[in-house]
């Protein structure tokens, strides 16, 4: 169904009440951790991580500017590009605090949120709802409290999925493929690590997507056109990382699922 059988999908004031319902949720989740829970403990392994790289690239963006934070990253890039980045951006902001950097999750799950919902042209009572129904779930305090990108990766590349599986309807226009195609790459580029994963479940997806244009258009060339379009603006925005990294991420792959099996199984 188009846009324009939709005369009340997606008006401001979905984004408003959207946005306002994510970061409201997130400033009290951490509000209230800061107080009685999660906050006030030492936080996990991996986000202590995430913290020390963000921190150290932060250090690296106000001694030498924003060039010399790109050369950081190049000459050494992050093992998670979203957390590092996330929590970089968030002590910037806010100096710091381990609250800060909580929030860029609810923030990032907020833009995921209003992405899809823009995306597949939700009607704006029905994107009300959606919105409240997220930030009202267990799964967004987990997004908020839980620094390292799983959650968020999962989010992302659901989205994704969702979008090739329908493609037909959703990516209608140039514009709409090449922002999926983009928003694909930044998806990869949350949990690098996971990246065979993603690809798998977004062939099937595109494949499933593909069955069922062909039975609207007759052919798979709409498809066709759509998958590559999708293939470069993504490899444009992952490739500059996934390159000089592919080995590495290869052997921490098989680091950890070969070498290390009797780990997982115990």
Not at 227 to 235: D, E, F, S, V
Request: hydrophobic share 55%; glycine share 10%.
């Amino acid at each position: 169904m188009s846009a324009d059988h939709k005369p009340g999908f997606f008006r401001y004031e979905t984004i408003g009440v959207t946005a306002f319902f994510s970061l409201k949720t997130a400033i009290l989740i951490a509000g209230s951790a800061a107080v009685g829970g999660r906050l006030a403990l030492p936080p996990v392994y991996d986000d202590v991580t995430y913290f020390v790289d963000g921190l150290q690239r932060l250090e690296v963006f106000h001694n030498h500017g924003m060039i010399g934070l790109v050369r950081n990253l190049v000459s050494s890039p992050p093992h998670a590009p979203y957390s590092s980045i996330a929590a970089m951006f968030g002590f910037l902001v806010a100096g710091p605090v381990r609250g800060a950097a909580y929030a860029m999750n609810g923030l990032a799950a907020l833009l995921i949120t209003l992405f899809w919902l823009r995306l597949f042209r939700v009607p704006t009572p029905l994107a009300l709802l959606a919105g409240m129904i997220i930030v009202s779930t267990g799964w967004f305090d987990m997004v908020v409290m839980t620094f390292h990108p799983d959650l968020m990766f999962g989010y992302g590349v659901a989205t994704i999925v969702a979008a090739l599986i329908f493609q037909v309807e959703v990516l209608s226009s140039p514009f709409r493929t090449i922002a999926v195609g983009i928003a694909a790459g930044l998806v990869l580029l949350t949990k690098p690590v996971g990246f065979p994963a993603a690809l798998i479940l977004f062939a099937i997806a595109w494949a499933w997507g593909a069955f069922v244009g062909r039975h609207v258009a007759g052919s798979y060339g709409d498809a066709s056109r759509r998958l590559a379009t999708i293939l470069i603006a993504a490899t444009l925005v992952a490739a500059p990382y996934f390159v000089p990294q592919l080995p590495g991420l290869i052997a921490y792959i098989h680091a950890g699922f070969v070498d290390q099996v009797a780990t997982w199984r115990s």
